[in-house]
């Protein structure tokens, strides 16, 4: 990158930080996540509770999935015109959007358990082939979203953009599904 080229100052907040221990936690904290999550929405009986609003946070986790959806492709835009502020707070508040949603799906899980899909016929394998994408490419956006982040805040540009190239699609791909997943359910559930 250009020395003439104006960053933010936080995007040195993390350098100084070893790469390797960077790296290491972030795959650790992801695994540990992704298990809870799995004994989370298939092993663990629902919890009781008579609260009527834990019915409502699907569509909330859905709302969160589109604002997620929408901070990346204005991020995306403002990295194209070189708008490195802009970019950074589009792709902060992508990150807070998904870790609320990543909050609101807990909840709702804890409490509701597995969402069963009753369509029939063609569109249960559109569903269910939409279902298995979003959860194979969930598993590897939170560690591919993480290093992406530790590499910008940590000055490691040229690192950055290689995993952001990756990063960004599968994000993409993992926020917009998320939103079907809700409406198919909501659809033929």
């Given at each position: 990158?250009?020395?003439d080229?104006k960053?933010p ?9 070893d790469?390797k221990k960077?790296?290491?936690?972030i795959i650790?904290?992801s695994?540990v ?9 298939y092993f663990k ?5 008579e609260?009527p ?11 969160f999935?589109a604002?997620s ?14 708008q490195?502020?802009?970019?950074m707070n589009?792709?902060i508040s992508?990150?807070i959007s998904?870790?609320?949603f990543l909050?609101s799906?807990?909840?709702?899980h804890t409490?509701?358990g597995?969402?069963?899909f009753m369509?029939?016929?063609f569109?249960r394998y ?6 298995i994408?979003?959860?194979v490419?969930?598993v ?8 992406t ?5 940590s000055?490691?540009?040229v690192r950055?953009r290689k ?11 993992v ?7 809700f409406?198919f359910?909501?659809m033929?559930?």
């Amino acid at each position: 990158m250009a020395n003439d080229i104006k960053l933010p100052d936080s995007t040195r907040a993390l350098q100084g930080i070893d790469s390797k221990k960077a790296i290491i936690t972030i795959i650790s904290i992801s695994i540990v996540a992704v298990l809870m999550l799995f004994w989370l929405i298939y092993f663990k009986p629902p919890s009781v509770t008579e609260l009527p609003w834990i019915k409502n946070l699907s569509a909330l986790n859905a709302t969160f999935n589109a604002l997620s959806t929408l901070f990346l492709l204005l991020g995306f835009n403002e990295i194209r015109k070189k708008q490195f502020d802009k970019h950074m707070n589009y792709m902060i508040s992508a990150l807070i959007s998904s870790a609320l949603f990543l909050v609101s799906y807990i909840v709702y899980h804890t409490f509701v358990g597995d969402t069963k899909f009753m369509g029939e016929g063609f569109v249960r394998y559109i569903y269910f082939f939409i279902l298995i994408t979003h959860i194979v490419l969930s598993v590897f956006v939170v560690p591919l979203v993480l290093t992406t982040f530790y590499f910008s805040l940590s000055g490691q540009f040229v690192r950055h953009r290689k995993i952001a190239k990756w990063t960004f699609p599968i994000w993409l791909y993992v926020s917009v599904t998320g939103v079907l997943v809700f409406l198919f359910l909501k659809m033929f559930g």
